[in-house]
């Protein structure tokens, strides 16, 4: 015998208000007070109400189209030293890239928000923001490892790209940088490589809390070569590291690397294979795609349904996105193992 479905309206009775009004306080929406949220839940419990899952997609489906159809726009947030500083980093552009797509491909407007701007404080910012009817952030990837950022978060639905951003902890989306790497030396070693050296910038590594070493110390074999984890290593570094640990093949988090060994007279991958931890999009490189593009529609996606459920402020217990990476064969390592 089947049970007689809990609607909105039934706890509307009890509580004798609207169903509008209940379906925004179990949505813990701020235009309802605080006191009638707890009640409406209170009575949605105590009659075991259980929402309609194909109820809820339309509503969802309704609440997106009335919102894109009154330009409903999502703040794209960066905060770095220069307004456009993010555009020095190939993977950085594939991030806002892939943000704006998402939002327009759910009927969404994108605008970007420079938090560094003179005199802009975190209250004025979000004055901004309210101001323009602006609810949603997305954050985009922090200049710099383990940042913090200050804003009345409770007043706002956001989201993190990436994990630099430490405080506070959002839900995020982001590359799995440890599946990465590790992907990348089992496929190395399966082309018979053997003395596989890490070159990465000691913040690339800070950024992904250490993982890019731990992966490497974690399968390293005596003939593993240290890593050379340094800020700016000048030519005559790079050629004391290459020339005392040997390394067949050099795995690093910049494609801009691989043109630096050229420039050092290193033929690849003849002499020594190259990979990237995270291609720029060059074909001719090999090494792990991490879709960037895909992270930051992650991001957005998240950020939608955080709105349709009001969900704002630091979450208790934030939820991380993790996409993995795919390996991609270019002309930069070749096979060593003999058939």
């Known amino acids: 015998m089947s049970r007689i479905r809990i609607t909105l309206r039934d706890i509307a009775a009890r509580c004798d208000i609207s169903a509008t009004a209940v379906s925004l306080a179990l949505r813990n929406h701020p235009s309802i007070p ?27 489906y309704r609440h997106q189209r009335s919102s894109s159809a009154e330009g409903y726009v999502l703040a794209y947030v960066t905060c770095f030293e220069k307004r456009n500083g993010w555009q020095q980093s190939p993977f950085f552009r594939r991030v806002y890239r892939g943000a704006f797509a998402q939002a327009g491909t759910l009927g969404y407007r994108m605008e970007h928000f420079w938090l560094s701007e003179p005199g ?171 879709y960037p593009e895909q992270i930051a529609g992650a991001a957005v996606l998240r950020l939608q349904q955080m709105l349709y459920e009001n969900q704002t402020g630091i979450p208790e217990l934030p939820s991380c996105t993790m996409l993995p990476g795919k390996w991609v064969d270019g002309i930069t390592t070749r096979s060593l193992t003999r058939t």
């Open 120 to 290: 802009l404080t975190g209250e004025r910012f979000a004055h901004v923001l309210e101001a323009r009817g602006i609810r949603g952030m997305v954050i985009a990837p922090m200049p710099l490892p383990a940042s913090s950022l200050e804003l009345p978060w409770h007043r706002f639905s956001c989201v993190a790209i990436g994990p630099s951003l430490v405080s506070p902890v959002l839900n995020s989306a982001c590359g799995d940088q440890y599946q990465a790497i590790m992907l990348a030396l089992e496929r190395l070693r399966l082309l018979g490589y053997r003395r596989i050296g890490l070159l990465i910038h000691p913040d690339a590594d800070r950024r992904h809390q250490g993982k890019y070493q731990a992966a490497v110390a974690h399968t390293a074999t005596p003939e593993t070569p240290r890593p050379l984890v340094m800020a700016h290593p000048s030519d005559a570094d790079l050629r004391a590291w290459l020339k005392q640990y040997k390394p067949d093949v050099v795995i690093s988090d910049v494609d801009a690397n691989f043109d630096r060994l050229l420039r050092l007279g290193i033929r690849i991958p003849q002499k020594i294979g190259f990979a990237s931890l995270v291609r720029s999009g060059r074909k001719e490189i090999s090494g792990v795609e991490t």
């Open 34 to 60: 605080e006191s009638t949220r707890d009640r409406v839940r209170g009575v949605a419990a105590a009659l075991n109400y259980r929402p309609d899952p194909a109820l809820a997609a339309l509503n969802h």
